[in-house]
Structures are given as structure tokens and as C-alpha cells.
């Protein structure tokens, strides 16, 4: 019985790491949240979003294929 618990808390042990490698080993981009913005960024300072006339947002590289945007021509 030991044995058994000691083994599901290891496994359980070996589950949270594996989440939090994956979050750390995430990308992050540059977006503009403006209406018309259609592309993300490696770098906040990219001229592309020089004319963002909203917020500049870092977000995932998933989370920003999910909004349907393309990455840029000028820093890709």
C-alpha cells in the first residue's frame, strides 16, 4: 500500500513538472490589438508596429495563431 502511494505521488510529481517545462518553453510575440491588425511580432521595438494606434500585447505564438494572425514580413 505504501509502495503504491509513494509510486502516484511520484507519477503526480512527474505530471506538474512536465506542465510547467511546456509553459516555460513557450514562445511569446508582439501583437497590436487594433481591429485592422493582422500580424505578430518576435520583438515589440519591430517597425511593423510603429503605426499600432492601440495597446501592444505580449501573448503566446498559439494564442495569436488562434486569432488568426500571420507573422510578420519585416522581423520574420
Not at 513557450?26 to 500580424?39: H, L, Q
Not at 518576435?42 to 505580449?58: F, H, Y
Amino acid at each position: 500500500m505504501k509502495t503504491l502511494l509513494l509510486t502516484l505521488i511520484l507519477l503526480a510529481g512527474n505530471v506538474a513538472t512536465d506542465t510547467t517545462n511546456n509553459q516555460a518553453n513557450e514562445t511569446y510575440v508582439y501583437i497590436c490589438t487594433g481591429p485592422k491588425s493582422e500580424k505578430y511580432h518576435s520583438s515589440k521595438d519591430c517597425r511593423g508596429l510603429n503605426r499600432c494606434s492601440a495597446t501592444i500585447e505580449k501573448i503566446t505564438l498559439t494564442k495569436a495563431k488562434e486569432l488568426g494572425r500571420g507573422p510578420c514580413d519585416i522581423c520574420y
